[in-house]
């Protein structure tokens, strides 16, 4: 079975095929992992923005993509991704990828936190394409991401079904608390 990681990206394959034109948002850019995951998508045709708050972040992706012959699709913002509605302008959001937690190798201080995850989570479902999907890869192996994870389920879950699906994908039977996947996908 694949983990919760190798499952979004499987997800988030299977929607640059279906909107290889589609603008795409990396809203936790960390080490630019899932932004070259996207960009090096055989069919990706369209633009991926990526955002964190940490100058790191944006300094390790630079150096992961600048070699990369789409990286004149990439746009990286230095800017916490609740500002998503002022810097996207164009008027749909084909999908979204979100890795919740602190930067590998970073500072563990420095976590996603509920009240702007939330707030990007709504703008970019605003924008988001019919049967586009919002990819949330949540770490709650430590107590931020715990509180982070519990307010996501507490929100989500009172989603109109007529509008979202969302799905929980995680494993059950294994320690330390591996990340889970949760799907929302708009269907009107």
């Not at 230095?78 to 008027?91: L, W």
């Not at 709650?140 to 509180?147: E, F, T």
Request: charged share 20%.
């Amino acid at each position: 079975m694949k983990n919760a990681l190798h499952f979004c990206h499987q997800l988030l394959a299977d929607l640059i095929q279906r909107f290889p034109n589609g603008t795409f948002i990396d809203a936790t850019l960390g080490n630019g992992n899932d932004t070259h995951f996207i960009i090096n998508q055989p069919h990706f045709k369209g633009h991926v923005y990526g955002f964190d708050i940490q100058k790191q972040a944006i300094l390790n992706s630079v150096e992961k993509l600048q070699a990369h012959p789409k990286f004149n699709q990439v746009s990286l913002i230095e800017k916490s991704h609740d500002q998503i509605e002022k810097v996207v302008t164009e008027p749909t959001i084909a999908g979204a990828i979100f890795n919740l937690g602190y930067l590998p190798g970073g500072d563990h201080e420095i976590t996603t936190r509920f009240n702007s995850t939330i707030a990007a989570i709504k703008q970019i479902a605003e924008k988001l394409v019919k049967r586009g999907q919002i990819l949330l890869v949540i770490y709650s192996g430590h107590p931020a991401g715990m509180i982070e994870k519990q307010k996501l389920f507490d929100t989500l879950s009172t989603w109109s079904q007529k509008e979202y699906q969302v799905l929980q994908y995680e494993f059950i039977n294994q320690q330390n608390q591996p990340p889970m996947l949760l799907i929302i996908e708009k269907i009107k």
